[in-house]
């Protein structure tokens, strides 16, 4: 038998209404490989995301975590994954060791080890010296951190980043960038990002797909897609030469949420 | 078995955080204690003084359980505007992606919102003490006015995760929740006896959950006969009811 895809993503369609989200994704991640969904906002990559971390029901198609198919066993997939949304998300009116031990409890995390688990993965992210200071006086790239070391907490074998430094300054931005890096050479843990940066791209991801308009358009690594273009060719003209499009302009759908609900108080 | 140990253990983590922040930040805790505070210092002592309202007992202690009710009510009706909150800043789908079930989630917010009233309710019941209500020494009795008060925030703010869950946005919640709060407290028996209402006043009391809330408390607070019973039955389904709708609808808070 052989070990399955950390993700495998069949024929994958998302309908809001009329507006298609994501239309025909087939998508494999080989277990301990960064992968990189690329492209503009309202691509499709964040509702990709929603689907194979059970917060969105598949219109039609497959997504499964190591071999665990996300509509059928939803709860044991929530147990292999790590989940960072987009939004700086951790609960300013606690303080960074609460935030973490709140998802220790909620990953099970046996009382015994709760507090050593909760103190390492504080002290991993850089988090030790600030762990007991409340959130609302971090700044965004120790939130970014603080909600790393809250998706680790349960040990994850997938990892899931929805635009890891949107909005970070670029020290911060690196910081994250090590961290991740870091961890995958410590843990050989999977990850899967999403990002509209392509020096992000480049940087974290053994491999991309460019995702433009619901659709996926190309797969490979950064320096395979690269070089079919040409030995000067940068991500930049990748996404362009298979898009007619630039990672700037955005796609149709720039704002999914908005016409996500638009769609749902239309009914 | 084990699923409910894991959702017990949930609402008991969700719990938890709720008594944290409460740790950090206590002037919440204060600013609301001042409306309680007005209502029994001015209404109740005018309204002692005039005699209007005839009650078997002081109007001040008939009142004060009314006002612990509407305390509870005020902190749990606008209990959305925190999920809305969290929904928007990507922490609700955070939680949504770990093992937690729906109804454990649910649950474990509702009861959150019940350990904030609580909390809330032993700073009202202080205040009337001072003021020379009779509060019963009981401690099964203040147990129990415990189950109450939990039971009671936890139906009233699934409810205003119910109409988060509709109306999608803070603002319309607020106005909602506005618009409801005051006919749910006047179409009780919170500041006067059912007897007194006219006909029509009084059906809409004998649906409203906080008539039964307020009757409890005014029973084992003033030890004084009440529908025990009833008013826990009826607070037991209204909070079963209003957590299953909520569970429902929360997916698509995170859609």
Redesign the interface.
């Known amino acids: 038998m052989s070990v399955p895809a950390a993700v495998s993503i069949r024929d994958l369609r998302v309908l809001f209404g009329d507006t298609i989200a994501v239309e025909g994704v087939d998508l494999e991640v080989a277990p301990g490989e960064v992968f990189g969904l690329l492209g503009p906002n309202g691509a499709g990559k964040t509702t990709t995301i929603?689907v194979l971390?059970?917060?969105?029901p598949a219109t039609s198609g497959s997504a499964g975590v190591f071999g665990v198919d996300v509509a059928r066993h939803p709860?044991d997939v929530?147990?292999l994954?790590g989940?960072?949304?987009?939004?700086?998300?951790?609960?300013a009116?606690?303080?960074g060791r609460?935030n973490v031990s709140?998802?220790a409890?909620?990953?099970?995390v046996p009382r015994r080890t709760r507090p050593a688990v909760v103190g390492e993965m504080l002290e991993t992210m850089g988090l030790g010296e600030s762990a007991d200071r409340?959130v609302s006086t971090y700044s965004g790239g120790m939130i970014r951190r603080l909600?790393l070391a809250?998706a680790l907490v349960n040990r994850p074998r997938l990892l899931v980043l929805d635009e890891p430094t949107i909005g970070l300054d670029p020290i911060a931005r690196s910081s994250v960038w090590e961290r991740i890096e870091r961890l995958r050479e410590e843990t050989g843990m999977t990850v899967l990002l999403t990002t509209h940066y392509l020096d992000e791209a480049d940087a974290l991801c053994d491999r991309v797909a460019l995702m433009h308009r619901a659709r996926l358009r190309a797969l490979g690594t950064p320096d395979g897609l690269k070089a079919d273009l040409g030995p000067d060719a940068t991500l930049e003209d990748v996404f362009r030469h298979h898009t007619g499009d630039t990672l700037e302009a955005g796609g149709d759908m720039r704002n999914v949420r908005q016409t996500?609900?638009t769609a749902?108080r239309l009914g | 078995m084990a699923a409910w140990r894991q959702s017990g253990s949930r609402v008991v983590a969700l719990c938890l955080v709720e008594l944290q922040k409460l740790r950090h930040d206590r002037k919440e805790l204060y600013t609301r204690a001042i409306q309680p505070a007005l209502w029994l210092l001015i209404f109740g002592e005018t309204f002692s003084r005039l005699h209007a309202i005839p009650t078997s007992v002081p109007y001040l202690d008939y009142l004060a359980p009314g006002i612990l009710a509407q305390s509870v009510l005020f902190i749990s009706i606008f209990y959305g505007i925190q999920i809305i909150w969290e929904r928007d800043a990507g922490v609700l789908a955070k939680l949504m992606a770990t093992p937690t079930p729906r109804f454990a989630l649910v649950t474990g917010k509702a009861f959150a919102a019940g350990v904030r009233a609580l909390v809330q309710g032993v700073v009202v019941l202080i205040l009337a003490a001072v003021l020379g209500v009779a509060l019963t020494a009981n401690p099964l009795r203040l147990l129990a006015v415990a189950v109450v008060v939990i039971l009671s925030a936890a139906f009233f703010s699934t409810l205003s995760i119910v109409l988060a869950g509709i109306v999608l946005s803070r603002e319309r919640l607020m106005g909602i929740g506005q618009a409801i709060t005051m006919p749910l407290f006047f179409a009780s028996n919170a500041l006067y006896p059912v007897a007194l209402m006219p006909g029509w006043v009084r059906a809409i009391s004998k649906v409203n959950p906080l008539s039964y809330e307020v009757d409890a408390l005014r029973g084992l607070l003033l030890d004084r006969p009440a529908a025990i019973g009833t008013d826990l039955a009826v607070l037991v389904v209204a909070a079963g009811v209003g957590i299953t709708v909520a569970a429902s609808l929360l997916p698509r808070l995170t859609r």
């Open positions: 929603r971390t059970t917060l969105l709860m929530r147990r994954l989940f960072v949304p987009q939004q700086l998300s951790a609960d009116a606690l303080t609460e709140l998802f409890r909620l990953f099970d409340l909600e809250q996500r609900r749902s």
